[in-house]
């Protein structure tokens, strides 16, 4: 399943990897060192990979639905099928690197309420 897994889900996956990449140093970032700005840096990320894998998909249906439309006859389905298990691979990374985020997230939230606060 995961030979073809970047190269299926088509361009998408590039801008996606892209964010996501930038998404986890920020929850890093916070983890290191919990302060507000990297946390609301990671928020930033985490819904622009979101939305960037969210597109790829989109894209990758709508290219599929056109495909599927002019195939031959009785190839209708299994292309419609194949083509948006595919177009998926685009919310799956992105939902992979949101949840490796969102870990570190939390390790930096626990990292901050034991610091006591700055009078």
């Known amino acids: 399943m995961w030979d073809n897994f970047f190269r299926d889900g088509g361009f998408g996956m590039w801008p996606t990897v892209l964010f996501g990449f930038f998404l986890v140093a920020s929850g890093g970032l916070f983890a290191?060192?919990?302060e507000?700005?990297?946390l609301m840096l990671a928020?930033?990320?985490g819904a622009s990979t979101f939305g960037s894998g969210l597109l790829g998909a989109s894209v990758g249906i709508i290219n599929t639905?056109?495909?599927?439309q002019s195939a031959p006859e009785g190839e209708h389905l299994r292309?419609?099928?194949?083509?948006?298990?595919?177009s998926m691979n685009n919310i799956v990374l992105a939902m992979i690197l949101f949840v490796l985020s969102s870990l570190?997230?939390?390790v930096g939230?626990?990292?901050a309420a034991?610091?006591?606060?700055a009078a």
């Open 32 to 34: 290191l060192r919990p």
């Open 104 to 106: 570190l997230v939390v």
């Open 79 to 86: 292309i419609a099928f194949l083509g948006t298990a595919e």
């Open 36 to 38: 507000k700005r990297f």
């Open 114 to 117: 034991r610091t006591p606060a």
């Open 43 to 45: 928020a930033a990320l």
């Open 65 to 68: 639905m056109r495909y599927a």
């Open 109 to 111: 939230a626990a990292r």
